[in-house]
């Protein structure tokens, strides 16, 4: 990380910005007060946690406020003009060309009907007014600039033909296409796997040394912030709680937020997990597991998305599975769930041959292995309130009377910790923490044997994942639980895990006790997820 001159002259500068929410008849201040500036070739993380205000602030430096938003007060200054007042259509001519925003989400975030080369070009179009052989050009120069394979090819294809990494550079592409003097990136990384991670931003740190490009780092990855940012900004309930350069920040915090952060943030290191006794049966053995899908329904099959995969799970034990997109893994969790039914192999859940399940049978396997998602408000219907959703596992796997069934939901969520008054709340009305915890207390309530944990805490701030950990580690020495845990955030498999499955296209390059694999990886493909995992320098500072 190379910062500007001490005294160059600032790319952004925001002074006491205020900005409120209108609900109905309620307006709602978000942020308040939050001054900060930006150099030439400097990374500004904005730090915080949900509900912090980092990407109101964001939204607001670029003009792209919701229509219920409101600036109250502060100045907004872009180089030497004053942007804090200027109408959309003004603002219009500085996004793109002297503001670059990447969005959070690609997948949202481009349009399904439109080529890439379309949704690039327009920078070119709506700006430069080139022609389209030109455009063409320059497109194509760009998707190779960030890091696209066969660029040309690009330039015609669709989103949805593009993996998140790829889309994200697209994103990047669009942000940067003009050379602007300040990029904002708000969590540009948050969904990504880790090797794919450290290129984007090895990508806006190109940019930086090139081009002296500023960048406004919008983020709640603690990792990430240490290892990228120059000067981090720590937000707290729409203020700002510190500030400072990022290492010695992070190797003495002076308020209690940001030291309750740093603690709450997993550590890459041995974790103090004691080994199950030699003797434990295992509660899943899946031998051999092969499954290649046809394309669009015919006969001719692609690459198969899962070759010959084995391993075993001890009862009582957490078994990740870990690797970058389209390694396998979701593969395996729907064969495992039953959803699919593989090419060829075995899956051996307690007794029950998983790929010889009926019709009949496969409504008590469902009971005894319960699925968590990533996404709890996706998976969560946001029609309903919490007690119809945790009511409907009952319904569907007791006998129980109304009343009976009511104790026992509010025994539950003591046993998550959620008030017992959110019942009568909607999913769509609670914060991802608390829809985590519905999204388990569901799946605990048809009394499951096995849950299969699908990247549960990735889309979680460091603190409220920091809690749905350790209730998940009470939760099984409680109940005897055993976890199939899929996850790209390796500090939190180290922390986790038992045992693990390392899969590259489909095919498990290492197997077997967690804690040797991260210590002595025997591939260097291992070697590279492990070597891609931010927030090393932090962890060094407290070495």
């Known amino acids: 990380m190379t910062a500007g001159p001490p005294h160059a002259p600032h790319v952004l500068d925001v002074a006491e910005l205020a900005v409120s929410y209108r609900q109905g008849a309620r307006i709602r201040r978000v942020v308040q007060d939050v001054s900060f500036a930006v150099r030439p070739g400097e990374v500004t993380a904005l730090l915080g946690e949900s509900g912090s205000g980092k990407t109101t602030i964001a939204r607001a430096i670029a003009g792209l406020l919701p229509a219920n938003a409101r600036r109250e007060a502060g100045r907004i ?43 690039v070009g327009e920078m070119f179009r709506l700006h430069d ?4 052989g030109a455009i063409r050009e320059r497109v194509t120069a760009l998707l190779d600039r960030v890091g696209l394979t066969d660029p040309a090819l690009r330039f015609g294809q669709y989103p949805h033909e593009l993996s998140g990494g790829m889309r994200q550079r697209v994103l990047i592409a669009s942000a940067i296409a003009l050379n602007p003097a300040l990029v904002i990136a708000d969590e540009p990384t948050s969904a990504l796997d880790v ?22 780092l919008v983020t709640h990855d603690l990792g990430v912030t240490a290892d990228r940012a120059d000067q981090v900004i720590v937000l707290n309930k729409g203020r700002i709680c510190e500030r400072g350069p990022a290492l010695p920040l992070f190797a003495a915090p002076r308020e209690d937020y940001t030291k309750r952060l740093l603690a709450d943030r997993p550590v890459f290191a041995a974790a103090a997990r004691a080994a199950p006794p030699a003797d434990t049966p295992a509660a899943i053995t899946v031998s051999n597991l092969t499954h290649a899908y046809s394309r669009h329904g015919g006969d001719r099959m692609i690459p198969r998305a899962v070759d010959a995969v084995s391993f075993q ?8 599975i870990v690797g970058e997109s389209g390694s396998g893994k979701t593969t395996i969790l729907r064969c495992l769930m039953g959803l699919i039914t593989p090419t060829s192999g075995s899956i051996l859940v307690e007794g029950t041959e998983v790929t ?17 998602y990533q996404n709890p408000h996706g998976s969560l219907d946001p029609k309903h309130d919490v007690l119809h959703v945790l009511d409907e596992p009952l319904r569907n796997f007791t006998p129980l009377g109304r009343a009976a069934r009511r104790q026992r939901i509010l025994d539950m969520l003591d046993r998550v910790r959620l008030p017992r008054d959110i019942l009568e709340r909607r999913t769509g009305m609670m914060s991802g923490g608390q829809c985590q915890r519905v999204a388990l207390a569901r799946a605990l309530l048809a009394q499951p044997r096995i849950l299969v944990l699908d990247e549960v805490v990735s889309a979680l701030d460091v603190s409220v994942q920091a809690q749905i950990l350790r209730l998940l580690t009470e939760l099984q020495a409680e109940l005897g639980l055993t976890y199939v845990f899929v996850s790209h955030d390796l500090a939190v498999v180290r922390q986790i895990s038992d045992s693990m499955s390392v899969l590259r296209h489909g095919v498990q390059v290492e197997e077997g006790a967690a804690e040797p ?13 492990i070597a891609a995992v931010p927030g090393r320098k932090a962890e060094s500072v407290h070495a």
């Open 77 to 119: 200054r872009l180089g030497p003009d004053d942007i804090t007042s200027w109408p959309q259509r003004r603002l219009n001519t500085v996004r793109g060309v002297r503001i670059g925003f990447v969005p959070q989400d690609p997948s949202n975030s481009l349009n399904p009907v439109q080529t890439i080369g379309t949704q």
């Open 129 to 132: 007014r080139l022609a389209p």
């Open 195 to 216: 090797t794919v991670q450290r290129q984007i931003l090895d990508l806006l740190d190109g940019l930086r040394r090139e081009y002296g490009t500023a960048i406004l």
């Open 313 to 320: 799970v001890r009862r009582g034990t957490t078994h990740a």
């Open 356 to 372: 010889a399940l009926t019709a009949r049978t496969r409504r008590a396997y469902r009971r005894q292995v319960q699925l968590v």
């Open 517 to 529: 694999i991260f210590t002595a990886p025997a591939t260097d493909y291992t070697r590279a997820l």
